[in-house]
Nanobody
Framework: QVQLVESGGGSVQAGGSLRLSCEAS????????MGWYRQAPGKQRELVAA?????DYASSVKGRFTISRDNAKNTVYLQMNSLKPEDTAVYYC????????????????WGQGTQVTVSS
């Protein structure tokens, strides 16, 4: 129905940068909100940033990460600068999708995750 395909993860040294991308494809009416979550080993999944008209960031990434969307491409990006070892995690794309025009409810979809590793 809806697929989220992520790209851009990898390994980088502390202070470096990475850019994640996530494209939503399939059959749906509109993507209402897109965002990024991350999960480090032994920790709960946490919100990193979200964009649904306004932006929301975790306090730990404010000033270093920037989320942006290309609505025409149903794609969300996460530019990550000044990376720290504590940013190491699997990053998941999240989308809240209005599947049908006649139904204002949304369905949440997740990407498969992409590994980000920051070494000191």
């Amino acid at each position: 129905q809806v697929q989220l395909v992520e790209s851009g993860g990898g390994s980088v040294q502390a202070g470096g940068s990475l850019r994640l991308s996530c494209e939503a494809s399939g059959s749906f009416f509109r993507v209402n909100l897109m965002g990024w979550y991350r999960q480090a080993p032994g920790k709960q999944r946490e919100l990193v940033a979200a964009e649904g008209g306004s932006t929301d960031y975790a306090s730990s990434v404010k000033g270093r990460f920037t989320i942006s969307r290309d609505n025409a491409k149903n794609t969300v990006y996460l530019q990550m600068n000044s990376l720290k070892p504590e940013d190491t995690a699997v990053y998941y794309c999240n989308a809240q999708v209005r599947v049908r025009s006649w139904n204002t409810g949304t369905v949440t979809f997740w990407g498969q995750g992409t590994q980000v590793t920051v070494s000191s």
